[in-house]
């Protein structure tokens, strides 16, 4: 493509010069002599002086009515433009963005697509279900929970995320995956995160619709969440203005539970609300986060979905650890998945236990839950324990493919439109996108990793080659 000439220039070291095109505020100048472009921020226009020649303007009046009119044009697509602009920066670092106008624009999205919108109307319709996603390093695992984070809310459904670690969030700590978990609670619609939200919006359905003595609410709660730690916390009438009982809701550490117990206007026996604190007490917070998938039911959302990332960390635990993780993390699969009249106490696989602090929990609610779990993990050669999982309950697999040269070039062929559209360029060519995704190929060769992210930053970097050359 050969960009349209705006106006001749000179300047003092550059030599003549051609004002090929405004991108935003910038001037991108040819230099007649070698070819070369260079971008102009606005503050260095003065360097630049016009020249008399018939081809172009022959005054910085004249040059600067043109730019003046290249500026307007701009403005008029600015918010597309800008938007546009916005999805390149971020392929740049190869995460695209993840509004609903350009998730298309993910690597693998068409193949996922048709995965995430299933798990999810299943969730919606059974009452419950669990996903593992799998993928070699570097592949697109951690952006695909967040891609089905944003299309979940998109659907309906509260979310809550972890990722696995060996320090803070280790998965032999119920207590610390809670926590983390209610720590990055979203809402549909909403960019705020933690659990105040869902409080509030739980506060005003109650004092709407559920009787007025604590008692009452207390049962009428019951009834519909089926998780009566939570029906005891939520039946204080004014429990959102009291920060230690949102702080056992959160699963703060910073708040004990004594302090919590002791601020409810109906103090409770300890097993209410335990000390929890245990590694054994996997039971105790899958049957919390079942209680919350109803209450989210109940406020009129989709259900709860449950994202864990990184669990590959799994396989770094030895047998007794992956025993007391297996109780948080198996509670989470069962409860999701097991059928109606299949739900009581003592129904769980054996391979669940039940901790000892104030007898131990039921792992979930006796109606399905309207949970989703979903684990990202990246497999190794002689590890499976999605084998071992399986014994939870059934899991829908599936599994982000290698990217690879072919897919590169596909990629090339569906972004460059959107990159040239968002500098106000014409379009490549099809012999120009060839060369875009030749240029883009050899790069990620010599980047070595071959991952999808490295490959996606090669053909924005392809893109900036033939934007500035063209």
Not at 58 to 64: D, G, L, R
Not at 235 to 252: I, M, N, R, W, Y
Not at 280 to 300: E, H, N, P, V, W
Not at 461 to 470: C, G, P
Request: some cysteine; overall charge neutral; glycine content about 8%.
């Amino acid at each position: 493509m050969s960009a349209s000439l705006i106006a001749k220039l000179r300047h003092s070291q550059l030599g003549l010069c051609e004002l090929v095109r405004v991108e935003a505020t910038d001037w991108i100048i040819r230099v007649q002599a070698n070819g070369n472009h260079y971008r102009v921020s606005p503050e260095r226009r003065g360097e630049f002086e016009p020249v008399r020649e018939s081809v172009g303007p022959t005054s910085a009046f004249e040059i600067k009515q043109r730019v003046q009119r290249q500026e307007n044009l701009g403005r008029r697509n600015d918010s597309t433009s800008r938007n546009a602009r916005r999805v390149i920066e971020s392929l740049r670092v190869g995460l695209p963005s993840l509004d609903g106008s350009t998730r298309r624009l993910a690597v693998g999205f068409t193949e996922m697509e048709s995965l995430i919108n299933s798990f999810l109307h299943d969730i919606d319709s059974d009452g419950g279900g669990a996903m593992i996603m799998k993928g070699a390093y570097g592949q697109g695992k951690t952006f695909s929970m967040t891609m089905l984070e944003s299309i979940a809310h998109d659907f309906g459904f509260i979310t809550v995320r972890t990722e696995i670690d060996a320090t803070e969030n280790q998965l032999n700590k119920p207590h610390h995956i809670y926590h983390d978990m209610m720590r990055h609670m979203r809402l549909p619609g909403s960019n705020s995160m933690g659990i105040l939200e869902l409080a509030l919006k739980t506060h005003d359905l109650i004092r709407q619709q559920a009787p007025r003595s604590q008692a009452e609410r207390e049962r009428w709660l019951q009834e519909h969440v089926q998780c009566f730690p939570l029906a005891w916390l939520l039946s204080d009438p004014v429990f959102v203005t009291k920060e230690p009982l949102l702080g056992l809701l959160a699963g703060d550490p910073n708040v004990p539970a004594r302090v919590g117990r002791q601020s409810h206007v109906a103090l409770p026996q300890p097993n209410r609300w335990p000390a929890f604190n245990a590694a054994t007490q996997g039971d105790f917070a899958s049957f919390l986060i079942s209680g919350i998938g109803r209450l989210a039911r109940l406020l009129g959302y989709k259900g709860l979905l449950v994202i864990m990332d990184e669990m590959e960390k799994w396989n770094q635990l030895n047998w007794n650890e992956q025993c007391r993780a297996g109780n948080l993390l198996g509670g989470l699969i069962w409860g999701a998945t097991a059928e109606e009249g299949r739900r009581g106490r003592n129904d769980n696989p054996r391979i669940l236990t039940h901790s000892r602090r104030c007898n131990g929990y039921p792992f979930t609610t006796t109606s399905r839950n309207y949970v989703g779990v979903a684990i990202a993990m990246t497999p190794r050669e002689h590890d499976n324990p999605e084998r071992l999982w399986s014994q939870y309950g059934p899991i829908l697999i599936g599994e982000i493919q290698p990217f690879t040269e072919r897919r590169l070039s596909q990629y090339c062929k569906l972004v460059m439109p959107l990159a040239a559209a968002a500098y106000g360029l014409t379009p490549p060519t099809d012999e120009e996108l060839e060369e875009i995704s030749s240029e883009a190929s050899r790069m990620w060769r010599n980047q070595g990793d071959m991952t999808t992210r490295s490959g996606v930053q090669a053909a924005i970097a392809a893109f900036d080659n033939w934007r500035d050359w063209s």
